[in-house]
C-alpha cells in the first residue's frame, strides 16, 4: 500500500499538470501562445479529422459549432503521449501552460521555503523511487542476487513523499 501510494501520489502530478495545460491553453491570443504549446506536433490524421468535424457541424442547423471542443479533444489525446512527472518534464507543462520560469515563486509556497534546486533533487529522487516500483517491482539492484529482496520503505517515508507532492501541487494551483 505505501508503493502504491506513491505511485499514486505522483499520478496525481502527472494529471495535474495535464489538466493545467488544457485549462490554458485558451488563456493565450494564437499570436502569443508559449512556444512549446505553439509547437507541439499533432498527427495530420487527427487535425484532417477535426476539420471534417468542424465543416459538418458548422453546415448543421441551427449554427451550433463549437470547434474548440474538438481542438480540445485533440490537445488532451495528445497530451496523453506524454509524462509530466520529473522536474524537467513539469517544468516542460508549465512552460506549455504559459507559466516558465516561476520555480522560485512555487518554491516560496513550501513551508519552509524551498529553491528550485531542492525541488528538483525531491521531485526526480520521489519519481526515481516511483519507477522502480512501477518498472522493477520495487526489487533491490543486486550485482549478484543470491535473495531477492524488496527496497525498504517506511510510513514516514512515503508520508512524506506524498506530502512534498501534495504541497507541490497546491504551490503550482497557487502561481
Do not use: C
Amino acid at each position: 500500500m505505501r508503493r502504491m501510494s506513491i505511485v499514486m501520489a505522483v499520478a496525481a502530478l502527472d494529471t495535474y499538470m495535464h489538466r493545467l495545460i488544457v485549462e490554458r491553453a485558451y488563456v493565450h491570443g494564437s499570436d502569443e501562445l508559449p512556444g512549446s504549446l505553439a509547437k507541439l506536433e499533432f498527427p495530420f490524421d487527427a487535425l484532417l479529422g477535426w476539420v471534417d468535424e468542424a465543416k459538418v457541424a458548422a453546415r448543421r442547423r441551427p449554427h451550433k459549432s463549437r470547434p474548440r471542443v474538438a481542438l480540445k479533444r485533440q490537445l488532451r489525446d495528445r497530451l496523453l503521449r506524454e509524462t509530466f512527472q520529473s522536474y524537467a518534464n513539469v517544468t516542460k507543462a508549465l512552460g506549455m501552460a504559459g507559466l516558465s520560469g516561476n520555480w522560485q515563486t512555487i518554491g516560496k509556497r513550501f513551508d519552509p521555503p524551498l529553491q528550485p534546486d531542492e525541488i528538483r533533487d525531491r521531485l526526480n529522487s520521489i519519481v526515481m523511487r516511483r519507477n522502480q516500483i512501477v518498472h522493477e517491482g520495487d526489487y533491490r539492484r543486486l550485482d549478484r542476487p543470491r535473495d531477492g529482496g524488496l527496497n525498504g520503505i517506511s510510513v514516514s517515508q512515503a508520508s512524506a513523499d506524498i506530502n512534498f507532492l501534495e504541497e507541490l501541487i497546491d504551490a503550482i494551483h497557487a502561481v
